[in-house]
């Protein structure tokens, strides 16, 4: 599955519109093949939150002057301070040394609390960015793992057996899952769910390429693992069903 064509030479970059074309596709593939499946309305999702993505990106990478102006403010105040309190030292008089180790001490004490403000204001507007990162690429976590809900009853073998058999229900009981799907069915239902989850780690991807913070492209990679061992569970599925499928017709 090609998402982006790129000339020898061109700047490799994964792009957003590619990803939401072959999303599309694939929507459409899942819908005339399998109409009301609950599976199209998965990747009607996807296809949404995918194509807020650019959006998100940019209003994260966008600089947040609330705490930027609040750090100034903050910095401000500070000199303020320190400028009245030299003014207002009255030079004439001969301190005590332990006067001195006392006023020494009260602005060692005032200079490391600025700091520390200084430092919070300064990674706050890191730390609201990232949090935001992490919230958008939970969501995509999220659909990955629907996407892995609708083909966990999906088993290849139980599919086989009854083309085998020509048994009715293999035993199966009251609330045993139904499955209606045929061979060929299921080759494509398992298919799809693999194409879409291998979709959602190119989205995640993005982030990773637009936010490169550690904790957002560690965040990218999970997921991306994720979906690539769900993807390999399916492909797990469909090797056993052609296995099976060419056993019985030999």
Same mark, same amino acid.
């Given at each position: 599955?090609?998402?982006?064509?790129?000339?020898?030479?061109?700047?490799?970059? #994964?792009?957003?519109?590619?990803?939401?074309?072959?999303?599309?596709? #694939?929507?459409? @593939?899942?819908?005339?093949?399998?109409? /009301?499946? +609950?599976?199209? *309305?998965? /990747?009607?999702?996807?296809? =949404?939150?995918?194509?807020?993505?650019? *959006?998100?990106?940019?209003?994260?990478?966008?600089?947040?002057?609330?705490?930027?102006?609040?750090? $100034?403010?903050?910095?401000?105040?500070?000199?303020?301070?320190?400028?009245? $309190?030299?003014?207002?030292?009255?030079?004439?008089?001969?301190?005590?040394?332990?006067?001195?180790?006392?006023?020494?001490?009260?602005?060692?004490?005032?200079?490391?609390?600025?700091?520390?403000?200084?430092?919070?204001?300064?990674?706050?507007?890191?730390?609201?960015?990232?949090?935001?990162?992490?919230?958008?690429?939970?969501?995509?976590?999220?659909? =990955?793992?629907?996407?892995?809900? +609708?083909?966990?009853?999906?088993?290849?073998?139980?599919?086989?057996?009854?083309?085998?058999?020509?048994? $009715?229900?293999?035993?199966?009981?009251?609330?045993?899952?139904?499955?209606?799907?045929?061979?060929?069915?299921?080759?494509?239902?398992?298919?799809?769910?693999?194409?879409?989850?291998?979709?959602?780690?190119? &989205?995640?991807?993005?982030?990773?390429?637009?936010?490169?913070?550690?904790? &957002?492209? @560690?965040?990218?990679?999970?997921?991306?693992? #994720?979906?690539?061992?769900?993807?390999?569970?399916?492909?797990?599925?469909?090797?056993?069903?052609?296995? *099976?499928? *060419?056993?019985?017709?030999?």
């Amino acid at each position: 599955m090609v998402l982006c064509t790129m000339p020898v030479g061109a700047s490799q970059k #994964l792009e957003i519109q590619p990803i939401l074309r072959t999303l599309e596709r #694939l929507n459409i @593939r899942i819908t005339e093949r399998f109409p /009301g499946a +609950h599976l199209a *309305e998965v /990747g009607e999702k996807l296809h =949404a939150v995918a194509d807020d993505t650019n *959006e998100k990106i940019e209003w994260i990478k966008r600089p947040l002057w609330w705490p930027r102006i609040l750090t $100034g403010f903050l910095i401000f105040v500070g000199l303020l301070g320190l400028i009245y $309190g030299i003014q207002h030292l009255d030079f004439s008089i001969r301190p005590q040394f332990a006067d001195l180790m006392g006023v020494a001490e009260a602005s060692i004490n005032n200079i490391l609390l600025i700091g520390a403000a200084l430092f919070f204001l300064v990674g706050l507007e890191k730390r609201v960015k990232q949090t935001l990162a992490i919230k958008y690429l939970n969501e995509l976590r999220a659909i =990955a793992h629907i996407v892995d809900m +609708h083909q966990l009853t999906k088993d290849p073998t139980r599919v086989v057996a009854k083309l085998r058999a020509k048994l $009715g229900d293999l035993g199966d009981t009251e609330h045993s899952p139904k499955r209606t799907l045929t061979a060929f069915e299921l080759q494509r239902y398992l298919t799809y769910c693999s194409e879409m989850l291998s979709l959602i780690g190119k &989205v995640a991807a993005l982030y990773a390429q637009s936010l490169p913070e550690d904790v &957002v492209v @560690r965040t990218a990679n999970e997921i991306e693992s #994720l979906c690539a061992n769900m993807s390999q569970k399916i492909w797990q599925k469909l090797m056993i069903l052609n296995i *099976e499928l *060419e056993g019985s017709s030999n």
